[in-house]
């Protein structure tokens, strides 16, 4: 299945996903295929999509255009593409990767169904008891991975541990941070500090060999004195979405502000350009998507709000997946792990523990 | 006790708490002292405070200083006041507040070690199991509370429901929402979405007879769609923190870029007014502090960074709750829950449940 894979560069988007679909998806689709020069196989309602791609003009050789007849709403249950919607635009884009048409699948659809779907398609690494969706933030001096942002609401201490060992490994690969700091996310630096789990967590990322380094605060997310920061889903959920909404309200805000205090077209024209440097640095749309982390294959969940820059950055970022090899490098420390484990507890215990 | 309190108006403000203190501290309260005419004990090292206090010209009447030889680090235990450091300014401070010399306590200091002593010198308020630091949050359209956003990392759904009823006074007496929307801190609206927890405390918080609007996400917070946000304080915390940290980092993201693309004084110049107001909006020391409730009088915690400005508002929050008296009608309204609930449950229940 790896070699049938590398065969193909293509990444499966799903066109059907996002509130902007399928416009802004062809659109961001089409710049990804044209500019940046990644084969797409682009999955929806066929003549929705072809009616998109005839209003940018050109056909272009590497977008291939997949029918799928249904849609899954952003309200519908995760579970709705194994089940009522096995002819959805998600469903068949992740089973694209699954049979080896496709090496990721990128999609700004419903998560919970993305997530679902690319399990089901492309399985679990072995090792990996829950694949985690990793969240790329801004900070001061680059990039802060976080993880999980809501692929788990309750999680056990060795869970957060793969989170870690997969975290660093996309820091390192993907990112390029020769040794990434790991932290884990609780409310004051000391040891003791946090709950009965996050006490727990810290004693185990202390015996893993990552750089570990110790409890962080939610300050230090955006501080650049942490490269990968692991939490359960449920804190990574609600802070990834506190602050892509506080990001968006303090730039409306300056925008405002700017409005009221400059009242001509000069003054508006002047500060322009660091309005959109701003954008440039905070806006979810330009790292462009999450990807889900300890799947076998690429797949990448992009905001509900993606624009067409968006979708084309969430295809980027699948290609550099895909490029830097890191889910076969995830698969070859996980299964490494295992071994240690093996040579130092028995299988007997590992068994007990995963349950 | 009640009627003692009531004849005095000071405020016990911690002179030694905070990055600036003293000097932040002495100038904020000797503005409030003077331009808000508040009255203020100022507790800390006496000959320190003086210094400052001379710097600032003329003596104010309504400033007394009150000598505390120590002082407890921002690093040292939450428990430090009751211990080790029994003559530092915070536990003097709180025992101010105790004996009915002030109505309320103001520091910038060890958060922990403020809420320690606050609890142990003013009591708990009978009914409120846990009490619980509420932080006051920018919205687009007025002021969201959140609380628990540190005082319990471990909490069970009636120390949740216990947290709404505050919540909800506060921003009905304070803040002047005159029938406050209340919402759950979680990772999707349904009512099945969430952890065991969260789903537990929905159903408790369906039969309070607060406005109940189910449960929120993260980017609820700035949205002006709801009024008070209750969670956990581990979850509340990290949320706290990351919003100050990005709210900051954006606020100096957008001087870089006009520095970098306006060149010349006079740009720079005309935009100054527009990032003033943006920090007005979203700076911490606007609003000042977080409101300890469920203490026996008020308890303002500021942040650590606090300026002049920021203690100046601390006080002048404390000032308003104290007017209000929020912290009688907690009282009232733990009553009348309490009388409810042993008229359905019978006091057997609630002991249990308490455990």
């Known amino acids: 299945v790896a070699t049938k894979r590398r065969t193909s560069l293509a990444i499966a988007v799903d066109a059907m996903g996002g509130d902007h679909a399928p416009r802004a998806v062809v659109e961001g689709a089409f710049a990804a295929a044209t500019q940046d020069e990644i084969p797409v196989l682009l999955v929806g309602q066929e003549e929705l999509v072809r009616q998109e791609l005839a209003r940018l003009g050109d056909p272009c050789r590497r977008i291939e255009v997949v029918h799928a007849e249904e849609v899954v709403g952003m309200d519908e249950p995760a579970t709705a593409p ?187 024209a002047l500060v322009m350009p660091a309005l959109r440097g701003l954008k440039r640095r905070t806006d979810p749309n330009q790292f462009g998507a999450a990807p889900l982390l300890g799947v076998q294959g690429g797949c990448f969940v992009g905001h509900g709000r993606s624009s067409a820059t968006g979708v084309r950055n969430a295809i980027k970022r699948a290609a550099e997946f895909c490029a830097h090899e890191v889910h076969e490098k995830i698969r070859e420390q996980m299964a490494l792990i295992h071994q240690q484990e093996v040579a130092v507890l028995g299988a007997g215990a590992l068994e007990a523990e995963a349950n």
Request: charged content about 25%; some cysteine.
């Open 82 to 268: 194994l089940r009522r919607k096995r002819r959805s635009s998600i469903r068949i884009a992740c089973d694209l990767v699954g049979k080896g048409r496709a090496q990721a699948v990128v999609s700004a659809g419903n998560t919970g169904a993305v997530m679902t779907a690319a399990m089901k398609a492309m399985g679990t690494i072995p090792g990996v008891d829950r694949p985690a969706l990793a969240a790329i933030l801004p900070s001061r001096s680059g990039r802060t991975v976080l993880l999980d942002v809501g692929a788990n609401v309750s999680t056990k201490p060795h869970h957060l541990r793969q989170f870690a060992v997969m975290g660093h490994l996309y820091a390192q690969q993907v990112l390029g941070t020769p040794r990434p700091r790991v932290g884990l996310l609780s409310v004051g630096e000391e040891e003791g500090k946090g709950t009965d789990l996050t006490r727990e967590v810290f004693r185990v990322l202390k015996e893993t060999g990552l750089n570990f380094v110790g409890n962080v605060e939610g300050r230090d997310l955006f501080a650049g004195t942490v490269d990968v920061v692991v939490c359960d889903g449920f804190v990574g959920n609600v802070v990834l979405k506190a602050s892509e909404a506080l990001a968006q309200m303090v730039r409306e805000m300056i925008e405002e502000e700017i409005r009221s205090s400059l009242r001509t077209r000069v003054g508006a």
